[in-house]
């Protein structure tokens, strides 16, 4: 994906340990590590146009007939001419054509993005545009021709593609940061006069004898890639301008001798840095290096040519972890994963289930092997090697083969019947039943094997129970409508899950579910569709009985119309009392669904009707008149008396009948603390003015057009002024979402299942569970509630969307054994102290 947009490329960050100027022999590769990685990706190359571009495209949608062409009339001719410097989305090359059907579908002729657009009119051959370069921006100095017009830049474009693209943009453009970052390939190109602050060669020059020799960078636990030596000198033609990185140059003229500069009198090896301790040659020169993608003897001779006074480097002695590994005879390494103490397995690419290295939550065999001997003594959180040892029949290692008494993953040792199915943590039941059987016997009570056969019911054994079904009275998992989604529930990092992701959290916390956080789940058996289950009817969707006319319309993003009435006609009567803020936030979606003789608790326009101007965007720049509209037919009454100022505020913005317009006034434009200027703040205010002064949110008085400031006399605290609804902020989000944070999490429905959580699992099962959720519904909450939900009081719900007040943090589980920390990890080196070395 793109590069985020904060992460500019132009900047960096380093550890504590590396980021004093003093210690610049250590940070030199890693800085440049930081610097060069956008760029050595093809998808992340340095398209600054998408901090300009894409950074305002998100959210912006054009309304009616106010979208935004870049032709003023008909379509550009060069449609399939790619704009450099552009993205739009994932498409970091987007043609002309794109660009132009972008701005006719997404963007509103008002945004600054759409004078983004128009700029290429010239360059798309717009009809009304002039078909000669406009020649206001070059490449080089005073508009003469790059040296190197067909070499291809850092960017991916050639020199004379970029060259020819500025020509055709317009005066306006020629200075913004956009056409200044395509200027920084000037020294590359060689623009007559100009030249880089930074070569790798002495005489200024990128030419060396070794193009494409690789210069790896690898930090251990950290990042790794290689570059070639033509690239990395390219590259650093790049830092002519005064950034404080530049002191990087150094570490790329390091590199010099063994890139082979024509203007270095010696390019032989200097032989201070070895890959073996003893300086020996590596016995498997020719294996390959996957982290750097360079082969072992590719790595000694790199080495070879590193200066004597940077063999004690960490960027060094992280290279040389590979010695083991390489064959190097003189190596040690602390868990070689086969008996021989080799590495060397039959089933590399195999995943290792259930297994957590650091940063890879899925190893295969290979890095499962590799990391057991390029880690140093003690890096490894681990007592012993029984986690490496203990696959090795699994993963091939010599003289490795299926042990007689392995492990069963169904109880009567008969293969699952749904050998398909994808169990919560991305592996197949046959996949888990292979892995099982090639552990030997006395693993098999291991809380580890112990936690992979809690899916032999979801895998279908037939020999298989469970404490805790989804069906109760049918006894399986057997349900009609595995997708839908769940109001009002939220599992750990999964607000509103489906009924399928309720199966597998049921699956995953087997036998530590209590009877009443079952009996909670299982309310929702009838809903989900399991077999033989009739709905209840003591409570109505329809506040006057009968059926919603737009059964297929969804609500809330996850929900159907017809979804909400099937799960309010499994509730039973105390579900939908008149004090249930859950069933009323379930309720209020009963106009927009089309329940007979319903009318909404709020709606934007006082009269009831639409607002006249539905494509008018609120002063979020996001969401139209008639959006909001929508969305306010859907709130409680409770909701609509907290979002009251926001809806008052955008009814004059919309339109609405028998509501004074609000102010057409253009932007003030003297203005303080504008960023503290809301529609809520203005509603509040009765008078119209053309700008707005307030102090600490007090109406103060009315400013003329141009706005002004507030003298310490009128205003001792924090002065607001040239405030109008011009400029002012808005929060028309879902009301659902705002008003239900709001929500007092201590007024639950009596149904509810709230006892204080009670459950310790064992470390590894609590870790695995927190990797699941956290890497599989990719939530932005934090793993603290997870740890919160697992092995302490409830804390406040949290709510979002059609969360509501039941939530699992709040079910009980039973407790159970937790092994003594020291079967997990070393004492002398806590989890907490180090928390990137986890095996679990």
């Given amino acids: 994906s793109r590069p985020s947009l904060q992460a500019s490329f132009w900047s960096c960050e380093v550890g504590k340990s590396r980021a004093t100027k003093s210690a610049r022999t250590t940070t030199l590769p890693l800085l440049l590590l930081n610097l060069f990685f956008s760029f050595t990706n093809k998808a992340a190359r340095m398209k600054l146009s998408s901090l300009v571009f894409a950074s305002f495209l998100t959210a912006v949608s054009a309304q009616g007939d106010n979208f935004c062409r870049m032709c003023d009339s ?36 008002a945004d600054e993005v759409c004078n983004v657009i128009k700029a290429h009119k010239e360059f798309c051959a717009c009809p009304e545009a002039s ?171 790199y080495l070879s040519y590193v200066a004597a006074d940077q063999c004690a480097m960490p960027w060094i002695t992280d290279l040389q972890r590979f010695d083991y590994y390489c064959g190097c005879t003189a190596a040690t390494a602390p868990c070689p994963i ?4 080799s590495i060397q397995v039959s089933n590399p690419d195999a995943i290792v289930p259930y297994l957590i290295i650091p940063n890879n939550e899925n190893p295969t065999c290979h890095q499962l092997a590799t990391l057991g001997v390029i880690a140093d003594p003690g890096e490894l959180v681990l007592d012993d090697c029984s986690i490496f040892e203990t696959q090795a029949d699994f993963c091939g290692c010599p003289g490795a083969a299926q042990p007689t008494d392995g492990c069963d993953f169904c109880p009567d040792g008969s293969a699952p019947p749904n050998p398909d199915l994808v169990t919560p943590f991305g592996d197949t039941c046959q996949e888990l039943s292979e892995y099982l059987s090639f552990l030997s016997g006395d693993q098999c009570t291991s809380d580890r094997v112990g936690f992979i056969q809690r899916q032999d019911f979801l895998c279908g054994c037939a020999s298989a129970t469970t404490q805790c079904a989804l069906c109760e009275d049918h006894g399986s998992n057997d349900v009609a ?110 106009y927009t669904c089309g329940c007979p003789n319903t009318q909404p608790s709020c709606t934007l326009c006082p009269d009831g009707a639409a607002p006249s101007n539905p494509d008018q965007l609120l002063a979020d ?34 339109s609405c009948n028998g509501v004074s317009p609000a102010s057409s006034s253009p932007a003030c434009a003297i203005q303080q603390n504008a960023d503290l200027c809301t529609t809520d703040l203005l509603a509040s205010v009765p008078e119209q003015c053309d ?84 890497f599989t519904r990719k ?17 406040e719900a949290h709510f979002n969307g059609m969360e509501g007040s039941v939530s699992m943090s709040d079910v009980p589980m039973n407790t159970t054994p937790v092994p003594p920390p020291s079967s997990f990890i070393n004492d002398s080196t806590p989890i907490a102290e180090n928390p990137d070395s986890k095996v679990v």
């Fill in 131 to 301: 078909p000669e370069p406009l020649n206001n921006c070059y490449l080089c100095p005073n508009g003469e021709e790059p040296g190197r017009l067909n070499s291809e830049t850092p960017f991916q474009d050639t020199c004379s593609e970029l060259d020819t693209y500025l020509r055709y943009l317009p005066a306006d453009l020629c200075e913004s940061d956009r056409v200044d970052s395509i200027r920084r390939s000037d020294a590359f190109c060689e623009c007559p006069g100009v030249k880089a602050d930074c070569y790798m060669c002495d005489d200024d020059t990128n030419n060396v004898a070794n193009p494409d020799r690789k210069v790896p960078f690898f930090e251990f636990l950290g990042s790794s890639f290689h570059t070639t030596c033509q690239d990395l000198g390219d590259f650093y033609t790049l830092y002519d301008t005064e950034d404080p990185e530049i002191t990087t140059c150094d570490f790329v003229k390091i590199e010099s001798r063994y890139c082979g500069c024509s203007s270095e009198t010696d390019t032989s090896p200097v032989n201070a840095c070895s890959l073996c301790p003893d300086a020996a040659d590596p016995t498997e020169g020719d294996k390959l290096i996957d982290a750097l993608d360079m082969t072992c003897n590719e790595l000694q001779t």
């Fill in 691 to 774: 700008c707005y002064a307030f102090c600490d949110s007090t109406f103060v008085k009315c400013q003329s057009g141009e706005g002004g400031l507030l003298t310490s006399s009128e205003c001792s605290g924090t002065p607001i002024t040239g405030c109008n609804f011009a400029t002012a902020s808005s929060s028309a989000s879902n009301p659902n979402a705002d008003s239900a944070q709001q929500s007092d999490s201590g007024n639950r429905d009596d149904n509810t299942a709230v006892i204080a959580v009670a459950v310790v699992v064992p470390t590894v099962i609590a870790l695995l569970v927190v990797v699941y959720y956290f």
């Fill in 779 to 795: 939530s932005s909450v934090e793993n603290d509630k997870m740890n919160a939900g697992l092995e302490a009081e409830s804390e």
């Fill in 338 to 341: 086969c008996p021989d103490g």
């Fill in 621 to 654: 720049g996001e969401t139209s008149c008639g959006e909001f509209s929508e969305l306010v037919v859907t709130l409680t009454s409770e909701q609509c008396l907290q979002q009251a100022s926001t809806i008052e505020g955008a009814r004059s913005s919309c």
């Fill in 481 to 590: 409508y595995p997708d839908r989604h769940i109001p009002l529930l939220s599992l750990p990092l999964n607000s509103n899950p489906s009924c399928q992701e309720v199966i597998e959290f049921m699956a995953v916390n087997d036998g530590d579910l209590s009877d009443a956080g079952c009996n909670a789940l299982q309310s929702y058996a009838g809903y989900c569709g399991c077999p033989s289950t009739s709905p209840v009817n003591e409570c109505s969707f329809c506040p006057n009985g009968g059926t919603p006319s737009n059964p297929d319309k969804v609500v809330s993003e996850l929900f159907t119309c017809q979804g909400l009435y099937d799960f309010v006609s499994f509730l039973t009567s105390d579900g939908c009392s008149t004090d249930s803020n859950d069933f009323q936030q379930i309720q209020a979606f009963a």
């Fill in 74 to 109: 008909g379509s550009p001719a060069n449609t399939n001419l790619v704009i450099p410097f552009l993205a739009i989305g994932e498409n970091d090359n987007p043609t002309c054509g794109q660009v132009a059907d972008f701005g006719l579908e997404e963007v509103s002729a």
